[in-house]
């Protein structure tokens, strides 16, 4: 199993720190047609979601494939000026990953796959989260696992203390985690919301937005 999560990552399944991404203005943005947007490879789509934040700022959109694979599709909605933040992916794991899985149990697989994408993410976190909650649900691809990490000081925003803050700063948040696999197919999604880190707000962003996606690549 640890082999199969370093193929996925070496075909960039599995996408690179967040904060590193938002000034990759060039890279190609999916297409939005009546308020649903298409990723770029077509992997999946999803209802864009309504602004959370008091003030109605709306989602900018971000993609997260910065290789031009056209294997996976990974973006990001986000409106960081409150901390809120949801990923989208969906993407076809190579034969030799998909077979080692396959012999795995497969709540092992996806319990696997949850963090290994989460820490993809989130390599700017100083310990692994903890797992608050987990679950499984079924989906259109199959079980999917349902997680609340709580990560330490993992806000992106920062407590205010009259001088430019650091990481020390921050404060815990939780993030949910849903991951689903169909042979191949795996798909996910995350949310966090540090202006309500509050574990039932950031799973229920997640599981609404899990269920407005529309996998593409499943036929």
């Given at each position: 199993?640890?082999?199969?999560?370093?193929l996925?990552?070496?075909r960039?399944?599995?996408?690179?720190p967040?904060?590193?991404?938002?000034?990759?203005?060039?890279?190609?943005?999916?297409?939005?047609?009546?308020?649903?947007?298409?990723?770029?490879?077509?992997?999946?789509?999803?209802?864009?979601?309504?602004?959370?934040?008091?003030a109605?700022?709306p989602?900018?959109?971000?993609?997260?494939?910065?290789?031009?694979?056209?294997?996976?599709?990974?973006?990001?909605?986000?409106?960081?000026?409150?901390?809120?933040?949801?990923?989208?992916?969906?993407g076809?794991?190579?034969?030799?990953?998909?077979?080692l899985?396959d012999?795995?149990?497969?709540?092992?697989?996806l319990?696997?796959?949850?963090?290994?994408?989460?820490?993809?993410?989130r390599?700017?976190?100083?310990?692994?989260?903890?797992?608050?909650?987990?679950?499984?649900?079924?989906?259109?691809?199959?079980?999917?696992?349902v997680?609340?990490?709580?990560?330490?000081?993992?806000?992106?925003?920062?407590?205010?203390?009259?001088?430019?803050?650091?990481r020390?700063?921050?404060?815990?948040?939780?993030?949910?985690s849903?991951?689903?696999?169909?042979?191949?197919?795996?798909?996910?999604v995350?949310?966090?919301?540090?202006?309500?880190?509050n574990?039932?707000?950031?799973?229920?962003?997640?599981?609404?937005?899990?269920?407005?996606?529309?996998?593409?690549?499943?036929?």
């Amino acid at each position: 199993m640890i082999r199969a999560l370093r193929l996925l990552t070496t075909r960039a399944l599995l996408f690179v720190p967040i904060l590193g991404l938002l000034t990759a203005c060039a890279i190609p943005q999916g297409t939005i047609r009546d308020g649903e947007y298409t990723s770029p490879n077509r992997m999946f789509s999803v209802r864009i979601p309504k602004p959370s934040n008091w003030a109605g700022v709306p989602y900018a959109i971000a993609n997260l494939n910065t290789t031009g694979d056209s294997q996976y599709d990974k973006v990001m909605f986000h409106v960081g000026d409150f901390g809120t933040y949801l990923v989208a992916s969906t993407g076809l794991a190579p034969a030799d990953s998909v077979a080692l899985m396959d012999k795995d149990d497969p709540r092992t697989v996806l319990r696997n796959l949850s963090q290994a994408t989460l820490m993809a993410w989130r390599r700017d976190l100083g310990a692994l989260p903890v797992v608050a909650q987990e679950s499984f649900i079924e989906s259109p691809y199959g079980e999917a696992i349902v997680r609340v990490y709580l990560a330490e000081k993992g806000s992106f925003l920062a407590k205010a203390q009259g001088r430019r803050p650091t990481r020390d700063d921050a404060f815990d948040t939780n993030i949910a985690s849903i991951v689903a696999r169909q042979g191949p197919v795996i798909v996910h999604v995350i949310a966090q919301n540090d202006s309500s880190p509050n574990a039932s707000t950031v799973t229920k962003m997640a599981i609404e937005f899990f269920r407005d996606m529309k996998v593409l690549a499943v036929r």
